[in-house]
């Protein structure tokens, strides 16, 4: 190899300047989540805890959704937030390369960084030549404080807005939701579990009190899209 | 804080992070292609998908289709979706949405 192997240190530090504009997103959705969870009842502390530890918007954007204290579905929430995530699992196994050198309990500590962005970032580098579990880290650990602290944030200045229904906040999970779906968009490919799922939720939903629409439509919708990818799979080689 | 957020958050931390683990430890034996990589691929974006179809519908038990003339998430849908085409841009799109419906509950009788 031409270029030496850059010292761990130095490959932290070009995580984070590399995950700086990332960092900007992922806080400004970070307040609005802050802001809807003050409306949903959460104190500082629960919002603290919760973005430090379960580290995961998407699913906690549905955890958000089933919150009502008082009457918390602690098992739905659970497992909805489950669902969500087992997607982490594929992405930790693509990860294994760069961890191999190390203990295996620090290389299970560093999977505390894996979501969608930090993934996305470090298998980039993986594909350029580069890519190292400390710059993993590097921009696990901006995500970290910039998801915690602009939750916080939120939390905080939410308790500022006296009437959310009245500057159409109340919509604003649903906003972030699709949002977050067109972003998923990778092709032709995603229209089969997408429909399939939207179609299940529509009628658990229309029977069934609480959030179950969301795990029902979740797992018909995605085996509904891998059967469809078996099926275009065995087409084309036919 | 009461003991059951102290639970869920609890419960939801330790599967979210069992999952980030046991996919460095089982790194081995999951499939990277087939049936069940395709499957897993898929269920973000059908969780996602059907989480927001009922909302943006406006469905729930007792309440069917078109039972509300232009729901406040049929607007923000419109709206989102419009804005993420063009920009895409996660934030701006959201906060369009709720733009849109902001302004749509100004209307006199709206």
Same mark, same amino acid.
Request: proline residues 4%.
């Given at each position: 190899?031409?270029?030496?192997?850059?010292?761990?240190? !130095?490959?932290?530090?070009?995580?984070?300047?590399?995950?700086?504009?990332?960092? /900007?997103?992922?806080? !400004?959705?970070?307040?609005?989540?802050?802001?809807?969870?003050?409306?949903?009842?959460?104190?500082?502390?629960?919002?603290?805890?919760?973005?430090?530890?379960?580290?995961?918007?998407?699913?906690?954007?549905?955890?958000?959704?089933?919150?009502? +204290?008082?009457?918390? +579905?602690? /098992?739905?929430?659970?497992?909805?937030?489950?669902?969500?995530?087992?997607?982490?699992?594929?992405?930790?196994?693509?990860?294994?390369?760069?961890?191999?050198?190390?203990?295996?309990?620090?290389?299970?500590?560093?999977?505390?960084?894996?979501?969608?962005?930090?993934?996305?970032?470090? $298998?980039?580098? $993986?594909?350029?030549?580069?890519?190292?579990?400390?710059?993993?880290?590097?921009?696990?650990?901006?995500?970290?404080?910039?998801?915690?602290?602009?939750?916080?944030?939120?939390?905080?200045?939410?308790?500022?807005?006296?009437?959310?229904?009245?500057?159409? =906040?109340?919509?604003?999970?649903?906003?972030?939701? /699709?949002?977050?779906? =067109?972003?998923?968009?990778?092709?032709?490919?995603?229209?089969? +579990?997408?429909?399939?799922?939207?179609?299940?939720?529509?009628?658990?939903?229309?029977?069934?009190?609480?959030?179950?629409? /969301?795990?029902?439509?979740?797992?018909?919708?995605?085996?509904?899209?891998?059967?469809?990818?078996?099926?275009?799979?065995?087409?084309?080689?036919? | 804080?009461?003991?059951?957020?102290?639970?869920?958050?609890?419960?939801?931390?330790?599967?979210?992070?069992?999952? &980030?683990?046991?996919?460095?430890?089982?790194?081995? &034996?999951?499939?990277?292609?087939?049936?069940?990589?395709?499957?897993?691929?898929? *269920?973000?974006?059908? @969780?996602?998908?059907?989480? @927001?179809?009922?909302? @943006?519908?406006? *469905?729930?038990?007792? &309440?069917?289709?078109?039972?509300?003339?232009?729901?406040?998430?049929? *607007?923000?849908? @419109?709206?989102?979706?419009?804005?993420?085409?063009?920009?895409?841009?996660?934030?701006?799109?959201?906060?369009?949405?709720? *733009?849109?419906?902001?302004?749509? &509950?100004?209307?006199?009788?709206?």
């Amino acid at each position: 190899m031409d270029r030496p192997v850059s010292s761990a240190r !130095s490959q932290f530090w070009l995580g984070v300047t590399l995950f700086l504009p990332v960092a /900007i997103s992922i806080a !400004s959705y970070g307040v609005v989540w802050g802001v809807l969870a003050g409306q949903k009842g959460l104190g500082v502390l629960e919002v603290l805890l919760m973005s430090g530890l379960v580290f995961a918007g998407a699913s906690q954007f549905v955890a958000l959704d089933s919150w009502t +204290p008082g009457s918390l +579905p602690v /098992i739905a929430i659970v497992v909805a937030t489950g669902i969500v995530n087992l997607r982490m699992l594929l992405m930790s196994a693509t990860l294994r390369p760069l961890v191999s050198h190390l203990s295996l309990p620090r290389a299970l500590g560093a999977m505390f960084f894996v979501s969608d962005e930090q993934w996305a970032m470090t $298998m980039a580098e $993986m594909r350029k030549g580069g890519g190292s579990v400390a710059f993993l880290c590097g921009t696990g650990v901006l995500s970290w404080f910039a998801w915690t602290a602009s939750t916080l944030l939120g939390r905080v200045l939410g308790a500022f807005i006296d009437d959310p229904v009245k500057y159409g =906040l109340d919509v604003a999970f649903t906003a972030t939701f /699709i949002a977050l779906l =067109l972003g998923m968009w990778k092709g032709r490919g995603d229209v089969v +579990p997408w429909l399939v799922g939207a179609l299940a939720a529509l009628v658990t939903a229309s029977y069934l009190e609480g959030k179950w629409y /969301i795990i029902v439509g979740g797992i018909v919708g995605s085996l509904a899209g891998a059967l469809a990818d078996q099926w275009r799979i065995k087409r084309d080689v036919a | 804080m009461s003991l059951e957020a102290l639970l869920t958050i609890l419960g939801m931390a330790a599967v979210t992070y069992a999952i &980030r683990a046991a996919g460095l430890l089982l790194a081995n &034996r999951l499939p990277a292609q087939g049936f069940v990589a395709n499957w897993m691929k898929h *269920v973000p974006g059908a @969780v996602l998908a059907a989480l @927001v179809a009922p909302a @943006v519908l406006a *469905v729930a038990p007792g &309440r069917s289709l078109g039972a509300a003339f232009l729901p406040a998430e049929t *607007v923000a849908a @419109v709206a989102v979706t419009l804005i993420y085409v063009a920009s895409r841009n996660l934030f701006a799109a959201m906060a369009g949405g709720v *733009v849109a419906v902001y302004l749509m &509950r100004l209307w006199p009788g709206a």
